[in-house]
């Protein structure tokens, strides 16, 4: 696996003699043959190298710490505490199925998005132990009794997996992805060919324009459904034994394993798409400190489930954000009219700009009332909660969303008051959570200003309680 990765890595170099004498008009047969021999010879010496490198490196779990040397020439080692260690994930990709080999990538809390350590090829009972020794702190021995195989608690089906694709609301960035692929063949293409196969194909007719637009929807649709089911194929949540920890299992033709400790989970969030919530259906991500900065598909709890059986799986996965997402308190009347404001006054700026450079800019005045509209269904999307231990809150952009908090988790609490939102007595009330290397921070605008300070001082007030109980104890 280290030689194939460092030929796949350098391969490429032996390419560019032979791209520059193509744009020469000086490629022939001899070109050809010097090409492919250094094609040969850089595959022979990075394969060289890769078994090298591959020697090289060793590893250890000893004092607490995790121990890597590696390097040919240059000898290099990292230490990492195993206090630091945040998860224990696995991939394996086409390549590494084909070898009966597993990469190991381990993350470390506040490490960034991408992995602190990587280990491209080891054995499944390598894998095995080398998890149980970062998890548990301790070197595996056989006198130790091996753990009982976690819990699954859902697995998505295929109706799912397919349904969950239709519905990602991906389409817009796959549709981006083809215009893209489309207008770089467009330059490419001589232009003649281009012409010629345009008046044939495409002539210029409004329907069969439509029908280009309706065919290039449609393709990019299947690449979303097709990317949605090479990620989430055969997507399965388990729980270890000890409950401190959740496993995920995904993906077609690269197989992901994500270790997520519980106690590193800050807040749940239900996102609800435009395309999902007519069926009432939800995905499940997770904010987690020191898990990386992307919002990949590594957050996703779980990628499609029905709204009402929520509540369930988080009783099962994560008891401690268990909760209802209904019976929220709404925002005040005095606040729907903001909404709307805040929704239609861009599209007013622009219109009145297209008016003042273009006469027909005045049809962009017929898209105000479907920005209030909008505006107006924000506000009655959004809500709050405060259940037991759990702060919940509800709002939109595009997808409805909402955020679980156990108080605990909470980083910072807070609000804000514009001029404009005193003259009501409203106010903007705002968290903060840790996640990734930094944190996320989520915003509910126009919540009673009374309502606000008394979320604030029910907050503060439980957060004395139990630190007074956890003194006394």
């Known amino acids: 696996m280290a030689a194939l990765g460092t030929v796949r890595r350098w391969i490429g170099l032996a390419a560019f003699p032979g791209i520059a004498a193509l744009f020469n008009g000086q490629f022939g047969m001899q070109t050809l043959f010097l090409v492919l021999l250094a094609a040969a010879l850089l595959a022979l010496l990075s394969a060289v190298w890769g078994v090298l490198s591959w020697r090289a490196t060793t590893y250890r779990v000893a004092g607490g710490a995790f121990h890597l040397k590696r390097g040919v020439i240059q000898k290099s080692e990292r230490s990492l505490p195993l206090d630091r260690i945040q998860s224990v994930d696995t991939v394996r990709g086409v390549v590494q199925r084909l070898f009966g080999v597993i990469e190991v990538r381990i993350e470390a809390a506040g490490g960034g998005g ?46 799912d997996l397919f349904l969950a694709g239709l519905t990602s609301g991906q389409i817009g960035i796959a549709a981006s992805v083809v215009f893209g692929a489309w207008q770089t063949v467009n330059e490419l293409l001589p232009s003649n060919l281009v012409e010629r196969v345009s008046e044939s194909i495409l002539p210029r007719a409004f329907s069969t324009a439509l029908l280009f637009v309706f065919a290039v929807v449609l393709f990019a649709w299947a690449l979303a459904v097709l990317g949605t089911v090479l990620a989430h194929a055969g997507f399965t949540l388990s729980r270890s034994a000890d409950g401190k920890y959740l496993y995920i299992m995904r993906g077609l033709l690269e197989r992901h394993e994500a270790t997520i400790p519980l106690a590193r989970i800050q807040a749940i969030k239900a996102v609800e798409g435009i395309l999902r919530q007519p069926f009432g259906l939800a995905m499940l991500r997770v904010e987690s400190a020191g898990y990386g900065t992307e919002e990949g598909v590594s957050t996703i709890l779980f990628p499609l489930l029905p709204r009402k059986e929520v509540e369930e799986l988080l009783r099962l996965a994560v008891p401690r954000f268990a909760t209802s997402l209904d019976n929220l308190e709404p925002l005040p009347l005095r606040a729907r009219r903001r909404y709307a404001f805040r929704a239609a006054l861009p599209v007013l700026l622009i219109s009145a700009l297209a008016v003042f450079f273009f006469f027909w800019g005045l049809f962009a005045f017929l898209f105000v009332l479907p920005a209030a509209l909008y505006g107006l269904f924000r506000y009655h999307v959004a809500g709050y909660g405060l259940d037991g231990d759990q702060l919940i809150l509800r709002f939109r952009r595009l997808a409805r969303t909402t955020v679980i908090v156990p108080r605990g988790r909470l980083q910072s609490r807070g609000y804000s008051v514009s001029p404009f939102q005193k003259r009501l007595g409203l106010a903007t009330f705002e968290i903060e959570v840790a996640s990734g290397s930094g944190g996320a921070a989520f915003r509910l605008a126009d919540v009673g200003a009374e309502a606000a300070e008394g979320l604030i001082e029910e907050l503060s007030d439980r957060s004395r309680r139990l630190s007074a109980q956890g003194s006394s104890t």
Do not use: F
């Open 114 to 159: 991408e992995p602190e350590i990587s280990l491209p090829a080891l054995s499944r009972s390598a894998v095995q132990t080398l998890r149980e020794e970062l998890t548990s702190g301790r070197r595996a021995s056989p006198k130790i009794p091996e753990e009982p195989a976690p819990t699954v608690l859902r697995r998505l089906s295929v109706r």
